[in-house]
């Protein structure tokens, strides 16, 4: 079974544009989580689709959102860039069917913002 | 608020000697908790984890975690070590969110593994 798909895996923008990444779950998997590790802040959850719907939200602003296709694809938007926003995005995957689920990660869309 | 602590930023050992790295917790409720490694320019990768049961979880790559719920630790342990276990290791608890549902991860500051010959 293919794993977590991200892409791109880089990317260059400066300041102020914007960028979208685009995660491809695990197959049959319903859930996608999204995550930002900087060496700063470690591993920051940002948050979680299920269903096309946004089930969950971490404490980032309004510049970082998300969205959820019917096939559970997702895609990730950071508009206004700032020079903080640089990282690895990483997105998980899981079934989203109830209780505790182990989340699988995707290798990471690394992001550098000039 | 739950929060996972990872005390130590390095671990040395030589490889064939067994290899601990540490994980302790805070939780309002029961704990549900991960260990992921992450090598370098790569994703996280998942070892194990603790739902109920056990109290001695294995996992992939010959890897095991103890839980212990009096000094709520979750330490990773691996009875002989290889130089290709060298990598970053997160602990992480997860929040299951009984309104709505859904799963977030909380990760500790990660461990880097360093395994010499």
């Known amino acids: 079974k293919a794993g977590v798909t991200q892409t791109p895996r880089y990317l260059i923008k400066t300041r102020g544009q914007q960028v979208t990444l685009s995660c491809s779950p695990i197959s049959g998997h319903r859930s996608v989580s999204w995550y930002q590790q900087t060496p700063g802040q470690g591993l920051q959850f940002l948050f979680e689709?299920?269903?096309?719907?946004?089930?969950n939200k971490g404490n980032f602003p309004g510049r970082f959102s998300g969205r959820q296709f019917s096939n559970s694809r997702s895609e990730m938007n950071v508009s206004t860039l700032e020079l903080g926003d640089s990282a690895l995005y990483l997105c998980?995957?899981?079934f989203g069917q109830g209780g505790v689920e182990t989340q699988y990660f995707g290798p990471g869309t690394r992001l550098l913002v000039l | 608020a739950q929060s996972v602590a990872q005390p130590e930023d390095q671990v040395n050992v030589a490889e064939g000697n067994p290899l601990t790295v540490k994980c302790t917790y805070s939780?309002?409720?029961?704990?549900?908790l991960f260990w992921y490694v992450q090598y370098p320019n790569r994703g996280l990768q998942f070892l194990l984890k603790?739902?109920?049961?056990?109290?001695l979880v294995k996992g992939s790559y010959g890897f095991e975690a103890e839980f212990n719920k009096s000094q709520t630790s979750f330490h990773l342990k691996k009875p002989s070590a290889l130089v290709s276990d060298s990598a970053l290791y997160f602990c992480a608890v997860s929040a299951y969110i009984l309104t709505g549902g859904g799963n977030k991860l909380t990760f500790g500051t990660g461990t880097q593994l360093k395994v010499e010959l």
């Open positions: 603790y739902i109920t049961g056990d109290n």
């Open positions: 998980a995957s899981s």
């Open positions: 689709y299920f269903s096309e719907t946004q089930r």
């Open positions: 939780v309002s409720g029961n704990p549900y």
